[in-house]
Structure formats: structure tokens, C-alpha cells
């Protein structure tokens, strides 16, 4: 079985792993607990964590909060920021080809008050930074965007976006799930909150991580948790830490750091190797819906074949090919995704994702496909 779903969900390593037993074995005390060794190894652990996610979006350890995972990050970072306005700020930019956790949560803020713009995207799946510009008015606080996108792999201009942001004195929330491990991921000056998820990075499901910069524009940047209760995670998120979590969520981030420029060109020649593969068999009967190499992260590839239902295709690989036809988290509606770069519902019914996967051998497609 050769795994190509790696932007659904991610294989744990086996140095994560190794990493986190410790944890749910001999190390179980509680890092919030005092005076003996068993809590403060615990503690120890999940700053040692903190500063590798730190390291690698180049913050403040302080800055680093553990959450459930990048759902929660956005819903804790998004309300957070909303619950913390004036009166006469109600608006929020986003984009129509968010994750369903950031699009959910605005419908949310809807309901309750809030006005929302929902950016339109270029056919590469980008926002168009003269659009974004138009759209912000003097009741604007918030620019919530994705790093990279889910589906296609297009990578927007953050720091462009940032310094638009910053000149504004707008807050800006980065959804950058699916950007660690396939670009540099160090914060633009004018990115005030990042999101992040381990499972999507070869760590556990269930953690992940909000940065929530302090001082943006001088001002103290307190908002409001999601999850009030005890003192822990700097008073942002209560509850005892997920310890073997965290830890496998610093390992899996540690492992990104070390391995970046390996994997890149690892993934580019998979790539490589796998486009090949389709234009020889498919010859004109294959579209590509994902942009040019320059627009996106090497490793996902977003495609149709011309006249080939994705779901009877899906179905006849899937012995042999686990792979997707788009977000695993609207399985339900054809993909908003690629209706938003313009395609049909003919041609969405037709499309088919590959996220591949550096740590996946996939010699064995050339005979598969
Ligand atoms: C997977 C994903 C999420 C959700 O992450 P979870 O940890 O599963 O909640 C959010 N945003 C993007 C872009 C994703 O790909």
C-alpha cells in the first residue's frame, strides 16, 4: 500500500514515537505539580518542546501555546481576538479556500455581530493582494489566511500580506498547517498569530500549537481563551498538558528543522518521478489544477483526468493507493476549494489529490498507476 493522503494525516515517526512512550510510561508526572523529580522531568519535557516549535517559527518560547490541534488553534486565536474589539471594529478578512475551522468559526462571529469578507482567490489559489488591500476599512481588525493551502498546495504571500497588515495596524492569523516542513516557516514581522498542527508534520493527532505574539503594536496582546480553568500554557489554555503529545509535537519539529533541505529535495524528486508517471500514461487526459512549481510546496499535486469520475478511480487504486479527492474535512460538499480557482462541478468530480510524503517509497507506482 503506498500512502499519497499525506495533507489528510501524517505516519508518526519512529524517533516521535521512541520520544513519546517515555512519556506514557515511567514519566508520567505532571508538569504542573511541584517539589519532586517526576513532575519537574515532565515540565522540562514540554519546555524542551516549546523551544523547538519556537526555533522553528523563530518566537518567543512564551510566546508557544499547546492546544488539540490547528482546529482548535484557529478557533481559540479567531474568537479570541473577536471577543477582544471595541464597538466600532466588527470586520474580519479571510479567504473562500480556508479550512473548515477557520470558515465555520466566521459564520460563527457572523451570527454574533461581526462582518466578514471572504476573499476571492487567483486560479493559482492565491489571494490577490490589491483585493485585500480594497478590502479593509476603518471597522477592520482582523486578516485571517491560510500559509498554504490544503487542497492545492499555492502558497500565499505572507510576508507581503504581513507588511499590508502591519502598516494597517491589523491583526494578522496565519493558518500554517500545511506550510511546516514544505517552506520556511519563520514568522514575518506583522504575522501576530500562527497556527499549527502536529499530525500533519509526522507528530501525534491531538496537539498543536497557537503563537500568540506579544505587543503587536505596542499594546498588550491579551485575548481571550478558548478553554478558561487553570494556570497552565501562560494562562491561555487550561487543563494538565498532554505531555507525550507535546513531546512528539517538539520531536516532530525538531525533525523538521534537521532534515528540512534532505526532505525538499526528496519530495521535489517524488514529485518529479510521480508527474512523470502521469503525463506518460495519461497523455492529454490529464489537467492540472494545482499551480506552476514556483506557486506551491513540492509533494501535492491537485489534478483531473479528462471524463473519469475521481471517486470510481479512487475506489479501483485504493487496494494498492490511499489518496484523496480533496479535504478529508468536507468529504460531503464538492470541493469550495476548487470552485473558488474556477472549476466546474464537472471537472471538481474529476479531481483527484497526491500528497506525498518524504519518508514514502513510491517506486512501486510506475506498475500501479
Ligand atoms: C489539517 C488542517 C487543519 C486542522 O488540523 P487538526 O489538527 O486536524 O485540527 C487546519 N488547517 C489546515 C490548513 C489543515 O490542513
Redesign the pocket.
Known sequence: MIYLDN???TKVLPEVRDEMIKYLTENYGNPSSKYYKLASDSKNAVEYAREKVSELFGCDTDEVIFT???????NFIIKGIADIQEKNKRHIITSKI?????LETMKYLEKKGFHVTYLDVTKDGTIDLKQLTDAITQETFLVSV?W???ELGSINDIKSIADICRKKNLFLHV?A??AVGKIDVTMPNGVSFL?M????IYGP????VAIVKKDQFGLPNRITPLIHGGEQENNYRAGTQCVHNIVGLGKACEIVLRDFEKNQEILKNHEKFLVGILNRKLKDNIVYNSPCQDLKVPGVINFQIKGVKNVIFLKKISSQIAASSG???SITHPSYTLKAIGLSDEEIAQSIRFSLSPYEDIKELEEIL
Open positions: 495533507n489528510a494525516t488539540s490541534g490547528a482546529s482548535e488553534s484557529n480556508e479550512h473548515a475551522s477557520v491560510m498554504v493551502n490544503n493558518d498547517t500545511q497556527s498542527s502536529a499530525h500533519k493527532k491531538g496537539v498543536g479535504s478529508a474535512c
